[in-house]
C-alpha cells in the first residue's frame, strides 16, 4: 500500500508475492514476454519496456535463466501466439479510497468481468477510465540505505527529482526513464541504491481506519491473485497494526 513511504508499497508488494511464489513468476515471465514482442527487441539497452520487466523479475528473485528463457521464446515466438497488451482499469475500495491496477490480457472481457467480480464480492466499485488515474503519477523509485547529507547532494546532483528519508534510509524519486540512469550514476560515485523498480506514487494519500484498511487489504490481495493483474496501487493510509 502507498501510505506515507514509497518504499513500503514496494516491500509489501514482493512480501505478498513471496507467498504465492509460481504464479509471481508467472506474471514476471508474461511481463517480460510481452516488452519483447512490443519493443521489437530482446535486448534491454535497446528496450526500456524489457530493462523494466527485467528488473522487477530479479526483485522478486525470479531465476536468471527464468528470464533468459522466456527472453528467447517472445524473440522466436511463431505467429499465432498469445499476444498481451496492457490495459489499466481504475475503481474504489473501502473507505473512498482510490485503485489503479495494470494488466497484461489476451482477453480484455475476460479480464474486466473477473475484475468486476471481485470489487462486487469485495466492497468495491469499478469506475471509469480515467475516474481515479489522475491522482497518481508514474516514478521511479529506489533506495540507499545511507540518508546522510552527503548521499542526499549526491541524490540530486545524478538526476533524482526528490527523495525523503525513512526509517529504510533515503527513498529516492526519479522520472520513470531516467532510473537506471541515477541508479547507475549513484553505484558509480561509490553508494549501493538498491530495488530500483518502476511504480505508480498517489499524489495524495487517504486515511482509513483498521476496519475499512483490513478490507482494502482483501480486496487488493484478491485482485493480485487474477492471472492477468500485474500490479496494483492505492493511496490509502493504513493503520500501523494494519500494515503491519
Given at each position: ?21 509460481s ?40 531465476p ?10 517472445a ?20 473507505g ?14 475476460r ?21 481515479v ?8 523509485v ?19 527529482e526528490?527523495?525523503?528519508?525513512s ?15 541515477v ?15 518502476i ?42 497494526d494494519?500494515?503491519?
Open positions: 500500500m502507498a501510505g506515507h513511504s514509497k518504499w513500503s508499497q514496494i516491500k509489501r508488494k514482493k512480501g505478498a508475492n513471496d507467498k504465492k511464489r504464479a509471481m513468476y508467472s506474471k514476471h515471465i508474461r511481463a517480460i514476454q510481452a516488452a519483447v514482442r512490443s519493443g521489437g527487441s530482446g535486448d534491454p539497452a535497446g528496450n526500456l519496456g524489457l530493462k523494466n520487466a527485467i528488473a522487477a523479475a530479479k526483485a522478486d528473485t525470479v536468471v535463466d527464468n528470464i533468459e528463457n522466456a527472453i528467447k521464446r524473440a522466436g515466438a511463431a505467429e499465432g501466439a498469445a499476444e498481451y497488451k496492457e490495459v489499466t482499469y481504475e475503481g474504489y475500495g473501502p473512498g479510497t482510490a485503485i489503479f491496477i495494470e494488466t497484461l490480457t489476451d482477453n480484455v472481457n479480464t474486466v468481468a473477473d475484475i468486476r467480480a471481485v470489487f462486487n464480492k469485495r466492497g468495491g466499485s469499478l469506475g471509469t477510465s480515467g475516474s488515474a489522475w491522482q497518481f503519477e508514474k516514478k521511479g529506489l533506495l540507499l540505505s545511507d540518508a546522510s547529507e552527503a548521499a542526499q547532494e549526491a541524490a540530486i546532483e545524478h538526476g533524482a526528490d527523495f525523503q528519508e526509517e529504510d534510509g533515503l527513498e529516492i524519486s526519479t522520472a520513470p526513464n531516467d532510473l537506471y540512469a541508479q547507475d550514476a549513484l553505484a558509480a560515485a561509490g553508494f549501493r541504491p538498491e530495488g530500483g523498480q511504480t505508480m506514487i498517489p499524489s495524495n494519500t487517504v486515511a482509513v481506519d483498521e476496519g475499512d484498511g483490513r478490507k482494502l487489504l482483501a480486496l487488493v490481495d484478491a485482485l493480485e491473485d487474477l492471472d492477468d493483474v500485474q500490479n496494483v496501487y492505492t493511496n490509502a493510509e493504513l493503520p500501523e494494519v500494515e503491519a
